[in-house]
């Protein structure tokens, strides 16, 4: 069997910047005047912005302009994936590896630049959290600054009000989608919350930013 090629210095650190991503994440790695993607999010960023698949040492890579990136990101962000950006953080010199960084992670949610907002329509994030007899959600548009409250011991009788919000977003705890599913059969309108969920992006945060006693008195 042929042994696997050494990474390169420059992949190593493509490969450190990717790997503290969330899932669902798009890494934009600067190089020059363009972004780059590799492998897995090579492929997913092509399908998606229908640019050029390519290869580089074996392994898939697209590109798009550095000038540019703004459009394109606004539309990895309207396809329910989050975007990071890896910039170069000092000024290239021949012959040494410039030192990259990651300066911005971009969720739907929470999405500002002009051109990743839809003119008339609210761009809402959603947090939210069952607590065994009561659903709390907690929403906001960061481009409003809306932002609001509420809480139900009848699942479904939340969900009408997420619905309509049609969140790009949603934050739970970490495993909540594993307990909720577990509790689907016991639990009127866990199947509905979890269908709710299923097609869209879900971010999952440590459960402590979930305590009740902390968010009340923040």
């Not at 990717?18 to 363009?34: A, E, I, M, S, Y």
């Not at 009561?134 to 139900?152: I, K, P, Q, V, Y």
Request: proline fraction near 6%; glycine fraction near 6%.
């Amino acid at each position: 069997m042929a042994k696997a090629a050494k990474p390169t210095p420059m992949m190593e650190q493509y490969l450190e910047a990717k790997q503290g991503l969330p899932p669902n994440t798009l890494l934009l790695f600067r190089l020059g005047d363009f972004y780059e993607m590799f492998h897995e999010d090579a492929e997913i960023g092509a399908a998606i912005l229908g640019i050029t698949l390519t290869k580089r040492n074996d392994y898939p890579m697209a590109g798009i302009p550095y000038h540019a990136a703004e459009s394109y990101i606004g539309k990895v962000l309207a396809a329910g994936k989050k975007v990071a950006i890896c910039e170069q953080v000092e000024t290239p010199r021949p012959g040494k590896l410039v030192k990259r960084s990651i300066t911005r992670v971009i969720t739907p949610g929470t999405a500002l630049e002009p051109n990743h907002l839809e003119a008339g329509h609210n761009r809402f994030i959603v947090a939210l959290d069952w607590s065994g007899d009561r659903l709390n959600a907690a929403w906001m548009d960061l481009s409003t600054g809306e932002f609001e409250l509420a809480s139900e011991a009848e699942i479904v009788d939340l969900l009408p009000v997420l619905t309509s919000l049609d969140p790009r977003e949603v934050i739970v705890a970490e495993e909540s989608p594993a307990a909720w599913a577990a509790a689907r059969e016991r639990v009127a309108g866990m199947e509905e919350l979890a269908a709710f969920c299923q097609n869209r992006l879900v971010l999952e945060l440590p459960a402590f930013h979930f305590d009740a006693a902390t968010g009340h008195r923040t």
